[in-house]
Nanobody, 123 residues
Framework: QVQLVESGGGLVQAGGSLRLSCAASGRTFSNYVMGWVRQASGKEREFVAGIGWSSGNTYYADSVKGRFTISRDNAKNTMYLQMNSLKPEDSAVYYC????????????????WGQGTQVTVSS
């Protein structure tokens, strides 16, 4: 059973940076795509970024390209999301997610989720 635990959220001013971490356990992730999904208050969840666990290929939503960077440390089974130039509209609960399919991850059909970590960006 996949277990995903996020950390690193918090309150930051606009223009600032945060780094989120996701510790993964419970199986081998070599054939998985790991990613981040966020949900702002009153809005639907949206895909933010993904990374192929073995390939290292990365995928981003247009809204975060050039500002966010996703990475992973295979030895630590940990994924990261470096968020720079944060904007108030980036405020949301950020969830770590995992799936063998990038399509499932991007369409939010994955069944493996973390508990979420709150990111608040003040203007």
């Amino acid at each position: 059973q996949v277990q995903l635990v996020e950390s690193g959220g918090g309150l930051v001013q606009a223009g600032g940076s945060l780094r989120l971490s996701c510790a993964a356990s419970g199986r081998t992730f070599s054939n998985y795509v790991m990613g981040w999904v966020r949900q702002a208050s009153g809005k639907e969840r949206e895909f933010v970024a993904g990374i192929g666990w073995s390939s290292g290929n990365t995928y981003y939503a247009d809204s975060v390209k050039g500002r966010f960077t996703i990475s992973r440390d295979n030895a630590k089974n940990t994924m990261y999301l470096q968020m720079n130039s944060l904007k108030p509209e980036d405020s949301a609960v950020y969830y770590c997610a995992a799936d063998p399919s990038l399509y499932n991850l991007r369409s939010l059909r994955t069944g493996a989720w973390g508990q979420g970590t709150q990111v608040t960006v003040s203007s």
